[in-house]
């Protein structure tokens, strides 16, 4: 199962979107990360539980300039993207 996250506080403008793809990816993690119009972040994150883990607990602090406030996780479909993206804000 992929996880889908959602995750507020001081999220954007701070270089998480940017820091979440290098983490994603060096990981091995399929998936997408993306703003949102209400200034949280939201990604689907698909690969091994090991590397789902390590992300989870990446999220909770993110880059040096982010301040995370809550983290809402929820089990989704298995991703059918076969790398990691930014998409556009939503």
């Known amino acids: 199962m992929a996880k889908r996250l959602r995750i507020t506080g001081l999220v954007q403008g701070v270089g998480y979107r940017a820091s979440f793809e290098r983490q994603a990816v060096a990981l091995g993690l399929r998936g997408w990360v993306r703003n949102r119009r209400d200034g949280s ?3 689907e994150v698909d690969g091994d539980a090991a590397a789902l883990e390590r992300i989870v607990a990446w999220v909770h602090k993110g880059p040096p300039a982010s301040r995370v406030d809550h ?3 929820e089990e989704v479909a298995a991703s059918a993207d076969d790398a990691f993206r930014i998409l ?3």
């Open 41 to 43: 972040v939201e990604a």
């Open 71 to 73: 983290v809402l996780i």
């Open 88 to 90: 556009p804000t939503f």
